[in-house]
């Protein structure tokens, strides 16, 4: 997941655990609105664990914005079974913008899909940590 204020956008992997693929998007409406969005999610994929990407200073400290990830992270650890992984995002969201341009999509379409893109990149780096363990 990439959790932002207005969007939380959401990856899945394949059954190996090999790749990352995008999945819908979260537009947030509210914390029960959300819960359930994530709730539906769970049931059709039945992921083994949440991995939520964790905004950090470039220093490796946490600023507010990673302060909500973690609060939003305790929440739905309240809520879901599945454990937490956080994974460092920093730079991920401009990654994302570097990849749809250079994949030539318009700048509307970015803005669409940018925290989806975002949330691929953060899953993928993780299970591509997974596999050179």
């Known amino acids: 997941m990439d959790v932002g204020d207005k969007r939380i956008g959401m990856a899945i ?13 979260l537009e947030r409406r509210g914390r029960q609105y959300d819960l359930e969005f994530i709730k539906k999610v769970i049931e059709e994929y039945q992921p083994e664990c ?31 079974k599945q454990e937490i992984i956080f994974w460092d995002e920093r730079l991920t969201t401009v990654s994302a913008h570097k990849v749809m341009i250079q994949g030539d999509v318009s700048r509307k ?11 691929v990149l953060i899953l993928q780096n993780y299970l591509d940590y997974l596999s050179q363990r």
Do not use: C, Y
Request: overall charge positive.
């Open 50 to 80: 949440i991995v939520i990407g964790l905004p950090k200073n470039m220093n490796g400290s946490i600023g507010p914005q990673g302060q909500k990830v973690e609060v939003f992270a305790e929440n739905l650890k309240q809520h879901f």
């Open 109 to 119: 379409k970015r803005k669409e899909r940018v925290d989806q893109v975002a949330a």
């Open 13 to 25: 992997s394949d059954a190996m655990g090999w790749t990352a693929q995008g999945i819908p998007t």
